[in-house]
């Protein structure tokens, strides 16, 4: 049984120490999955790392005790503290893409692990690695065994994480994100595989996570964090279903639905509304000047795309491998159309034929009424450059962080001519932010001084001053935290409506495009599943496949744990 | 797998090409030939005969084809200067150059890459900032001044080793070798650390940054949270997931040592390619210079191929993926 009592963590720095986690009280039983949910920066992952003794240099425990059964963590040695991990905690990382060692073969890595904390033979150790991989689902383990992380798919790697971290019979797994990088069907199965084992084999999990849906579906007690400090923490049923902190209670409201729609997303707390709105005045009736006329759809017909696939023989030319198969949908004018699919089905790729990016070797496509030419065949001063722009995901590596906000906002004007004077210019760019929600004295800052979802605002404003008429946004909010993931959406609604706009929007998250789109699409392997308005796809799925996604989809069904809280 | 040696092979075969191209261009470009073998009371008639003789006059293509050819075949020409076969002038000169070079290259990856492993484990301490120092000293001196400073340290005021030539050495099978003697260790220390210091500061530093880089990652955090033993973690997990670029660099390196040993070789008077070639230079004594442009490219060509199998060694990544 793990007891956190009282615990702070701290960094020390320059300016003195920064406080990390503080006042943190947490029990874990055997067999129970905790979670512990907050947004990023809530310091859920310090309170993982201090319990395993992992913490980032220079942080250190600042006061507080914890232990596990009856050892004291904190009065271990190194070597001590060492010899526990593994042996009676262990953890599951995030990427199962990143977390295992690509040079060694799961074979070696589980004997070796195997072999750090118990005294037994080479080919005993075998054995029981084989019989664990059989046990967590691998097929086929003696064989299997022997290969390299790379020859194992996303899931199955998680799998193999999974077998590592319970190989030597820990009392506690902390688990760090552990399906945020997956997709539903395999996120699922890896939850499923959690449960089992806190239930047949008494493990105690500590499961870091933002997804509230994930909590939802398998924490048996929930831990609410927020800016280092604990607000809720109680049972999950009670917790998600009549939360009793306000903080909770917002961050339940956040959550987008998956069986109804919604007209607005809820916020928490509406970040910078308190400056003058009319600011953004000047900005809206350039776009609007801009934008007259109907709104431009987009109609794809036979889409091909196909790249180069592995060489197999000397002689033989490679396979191509098909990364768009015969795609044909159309972008009603105005409308979003929701693109959903799991990893690797080709919703990027899509995004990249329209931008020109990756040229389609079949099919046509057509934006308003001209056919698009693909690849490098369009060129640099084709229309279509300026009409379609693009949202990218990750608001991180999306900005040029040796520019400033202004120099990133004011290119699009000159490079499409539309304003020639440099101070009009920086004025409209001005405006830009305040339309999208931001103060407009952020023009002279770089883009490390916003956070996430004020990085995402600037890749929106840069969008619109190159006055688009079709908007792609692949997956702009799956890298922000729910409440902020509220905001941005909301402000590419208002945009929408307000200018005209025709917006493809690509996710993975079934719930965001539920609430966003007026048709979806469900693409897989290439090929389009299903394809019709929202509401159908949604209430009436017609494809197996889109039945399989929705049912898979964690949701937080906060009726159902209001009842089972009464109860 | 198969392919991608085949790839490589013929890449090769294209730099051999066109270096010997720029051998060749040497003998058409750099002074005329039958002036540097004539002497002054060859009458031109006998000059112009023996020019259509050695067929000078013969189109560029043919000469070509027939220096390639003459090549392939092992024969080198004579020297201007010896009138001996330059192939046996060279062959005569391998031996010491390349035992120079693989002492200075073992010497570079034993102290290399222990240091940098060292050096990025303890990054914040004494013995780390020392090392660091005193290689940056190392490097910022150049080669010949080092060369200079061991011989007045070791062979002329402590006069424990000898400071010129190639000590005792022993012919095995028309290898001469100066490793199978006390003699020939003791001359052959202060030039191959000489040689070496300069990768070894490379090594070091590159094994530490990429060391630095590999333990920030997942897998050893999460090999971390597993108690695989520190031991293991470090020299198993982390140094082989920072050999490839290592690898990398070292390859190109050493190529370097053999063709740059020549100012080494000056200094300390051994009897390499490096020496041989600086003779040449003073007589202008072309074919020897093609000849050693020529092996030196052969080496780098080698190195190079050498390098990319150990990554296909190293790194499972590069094997033929498996269907699965």
Known sequence: MLTITDLAVKFPSRFGDFTAIEDVDMVIKPGEIHGLVGESGAGKSTVGAAVIGLLQSPGYIAHGSLTLGDTDLRTLTPEQAHAVRGDRISMIFQDPQTSLNPLMTIEDQLIETIQAHADVSTAAARQRAVDLLEEIGIKNAAERIKAYPHQFSGGMRQRVVIALAICTDPELIIADEPTTALDVAVQSQVLKLIQRLAKDRKIAFMLITHDIGVIAQVADRVTVMRKGRVMETGETAQVLGAPRHPYTRALMDAVPPLDYRIDRFRVPQEEGADFERSLGQKAEDWLLAGVQGAPTGLTLQNLYVRFAGPRTSLFRKPEPYVALNDVSLTVRPGSIMGLVGESGSGKSTLAKAITGLVKPSDGTMILGDEVLPGGKARDRHHPSRQLVQMVFQDPYSSLNSRHRIGAVLEEPLWFYGFVKDADQRKELAASMLALVGMQPDAIDKYPHQFSGGQRQRIAVARALLARPRFLICDEPTSALDVSIQAEILNLLKDLQAKFGLTILFISHNLTVVRQMADDTAVLRNGKIEEIGKTEDVYERPQAAYTKSLLALTPVMQRASFAVAAHD | ?324
């Open chain 2, 1 to 324: 797998m198969v392919y991608f040696i085949l790839k490589r092979l013929v890449q090769s075969v294209f730099v051999m090409l066109a270096v010997a191209f720029l051998a060749f261009s040497l003998f058409r470009f750099v002074g005329d030939p039958i002036t540097q073998m004539t002497g002054v009371e060859t009458s031109v008639a006998d000059q112009e005969r023996l020019r259509d003789e050695l067929g000078l006059n013969d189109p560029f293509i043919l000469q070509f084809g027939r220096f390639t050819g003459d090549m392939l075949q092992g024969d080198f020409g004579f020297s201007y200067r010896t009138r001996q076969p330059v192939a046996e002038m060279i062959a005569d000169r391998i031996p010491a150059t390349l035992e120079l070079g693989i002492v200075a290259l073992l010497i570079s990856l034993f102290v290399g890459i222990p240091a940098g492993v060292y050096t990025a484990l303890r990054p914040r301490g004494i013995a780390t900032q020392t090392i660091l120092m005193t290689t940056l000293v190392g490097v910022s001196i150049p080669t010949f001044v080092i060369g200079i400073m061991l011989i007045f340290i070791f062979g002329v005021q402590l006069g424990w080793l000898p400071t010129f030539g190639r000590g005792g050495t022993v012919q095995i099978g028309g290898w001469e070798s100066s490793l199978f003697t006390v003699e020939g260790w003791r001359a052959l220390l202060l030039p191959a650390i000489t040689l070496g210091v300069y990768q070894l500061t490379l090594t070091m530093r590159l094994v530490r940054a990429e060391m630095m880089e590999v333990m920030r990652t997942d897998y050893i955090r999460f090999a971390m949270a597993r108690g695989v033993p520190m031991q293991k973690l470090h020299y198993k997990h982390a140094l082989a997931n920072t050999m490839v670029p290592v690898i990398t660099i070292i390859g190109l390196q050493f190529g370097g040592v053999i063709a740059f040993s020549i100012v080494t070789e000056s200094v300390f008077q051994w009897p390499g390619m490096g020496l041989l070639f600086l003779e040449s230079i003073r007589f202008v004594d072309i074919p020897v210079m093609g000849v050693y442009l020529v092996v030196i490219a052969f080496f780098f060509v080698l190195v190079n191929l050498i390098v990319d199998l150990l990554y296909v060694a190293i790194d499972p990544r590069l094997r033929v993926r498996d269907v699965q």
